[in-house]
């Protein structure tokens, strides 16, 4: 790595327009200068198209998907087609980045065995206008997938890939999958490759009510049974401890659905069932929330 290396931002969109500007100001706001944008829209029908062009910076280029797809992983596996960077990261719409990201996560791909820079970021809650630090707790580095099995910590805006390390995998992000797209990438490059992280944020995550993983918890669930089936046959995965740990996640989600859902009753026979763990202690004071105040906090 040196201080030319260019990194590919990619930006997904559909319909964004609400957004838009606050995210691409982010990017070009930028202290490390070398970058460029794949803007990839995903036939929009509002102004998102509009907004983009109106940047008159070369470094924005401008992608019409020829048909609308609504699997995220699917359209930013053909934005990547379109990149020319020797590192890789993502930027949705909706959030956006602190000035000094790219410069502090350049910095630790000085080591080769670095294939991706992750940070800790700001969850602004819109609709309440206040931010959340994502994580106190220090955040791992290293061969870490099984810190990742245990507690997947790698919020989507923040890291930064080795281009490399993208391309020892047997493919990119997974076509089939809504909502974890990110997670099974990531997990399979922590099996091959060093992660480091800034442990300060370095971006922030727009929690309006509209995102995607919190309107599909059930997706989500689906796309981690089946994920958690593949790796059970998966030689890279079978020698980590923590593998188990995403079943016991998986029914977590599963509980604090039933809770929400179908209430008090349905809930407390699966609670009672759910093995003996702090995950356990979160589900009964979930069950004795009134159902008004679970919706509120429901990005568990």
């Known amino acids: 790595m040196t201080e030319q290396s260019l990194v590919s931002v990619i930006i997904n969109c559909f319909n964004g327009e609400k957004y838009l500007r606050q995210a691409l100001d982010s990017v070009i706001a930028q202290t490390y200068k070398n970058w460029e944008i794949i803007f990839w829209d995903n036939q929009s029908t509002d102004k998102s198209a509009e907004i983009f062009k109106s940047y008159k910076d070369k470094r924005l280029k401008y992608n019409l998907a020829s048909s609308h797809t609504k699997i995220l992983y699917k359209a930013r596996n053909f934005a ?124 922030y995550v727009r929690i309006h009510g509209s995102n995607e993983s919190l309107l599909n918890r059930n997706k989500e669930i689906t796309e981690l049974k089946t994920w958690y089936e593949s790796a059970k046959k998966d030689p890279t995965f079978l020698s980590y401890s923590k593998l188990d740990q995403i079943p016991l996640f998986t029914s977590y989600l599963e509980t604090m659905e039933t809770i929400l859902e179908n209430g008090f009753k349905e809930g407390f026979l699966k609670v009672i069932k759910f093995p003996f763990c702090f995950k356990k202690a979160k589900l009964i004071i979930a069950l004795l929330l009134p159902k008004f105040i679970l919706k509120k906090i429901k990005n568990y």
């Open 80 to 203: 990547l087609k379109k990149t020319n960077g020797d590192f890789i990261s993502f930027l949705d719409v909706d959030d956006w980045w602190l000035p000094e990201k790219l410069e502090k996560q350049l910095f630790f791909f000085k080591d080769p065995e670095i294939g991706l820079v992750y940070g800790n970021l700001w969850q602004f809650f819109e609709k309440k206008n206040k931010i959340k630090i994502y994580r106190k707790k220090k955040l791992p580095t290293g061969m870490i997938l099984n810190e990742l099995l245990n507690d997947y910590v790698i919020g989507s805006p923040t890291y930064v890939i080795r281009k490399k390390a993208l391309e020892s995998l047997n493919y990119y992000f997974n076509n089939d999958y809504h909502i974890i797209g990110d997670f099974d990438l990531n997990t399979r490059l922590a099996a091959k490759w060093k992660f480091d992280c800034v442990q300060k944020p370095v971006a």
